[in-house]
């Protein structure tokens, strides 16, 4: 079984900045992507921020340059700084992973439960 458990999120003002951090745990061989995506009211979950295993990322236009994502391979674990925060980025947060359990089977997709951020003044 694996389990993904995100914390962090919040409310902060605008200008500010939160850190969420998720991390994979359970049966887990090895793990090739981890991202963060959020899904605000009434709109579709988009993708935030990816990282893979080698370190290449990948950002939504709409937070180049405020937000970084980075990983921790030994602690399966994955951070996501967020910082000059808008009242756009208020959304529930998901942590995402794309990994193998055993080396005998394929890769799977898995969701950690989400957290919110708001940020408002």
């Known amino acids: 079984q694996v389990q993904l458990v995100e914390s962090g999120g919040g409310l902060v003002q605008p200008g500010g900045s939160l850190r969420l951090s998720c991390a994979a745990s359970?049966?887990?061989?090895?793990?090739?992507?981890m991202g963060w995506y959020r899904q605000a009211p009434g709109k579709q979950r988009e993708l935030v921020a990816s990282i893979s295993r080698d370190s290449s990322t990948n950002y939504a236009d709409s937070v180049k340059g405020r937000f970084t994502i980075s990983r921790d391979n030994g602690k399966n674990t994955v951070i996501l700084q967020m910082n000059s925060l808008i009242p756009e980025d208020t959304a529930v947060y998901y942590c995402?992973?794309?990994?193998?359990?055993?080396?005998?089977?394929?890769?799977?997709?898995?969701w950690g439960q989400g957290t919110q951020v708001i940020v408002s003044s």
């Open positions: 359970g049966s887990i061989f090895r793990i090739n992507r």
């Open positions: 995402n992973s794309l990994l193998m359990r055993t080396i005998f089977v394929p890769i799977e997709d898995y």
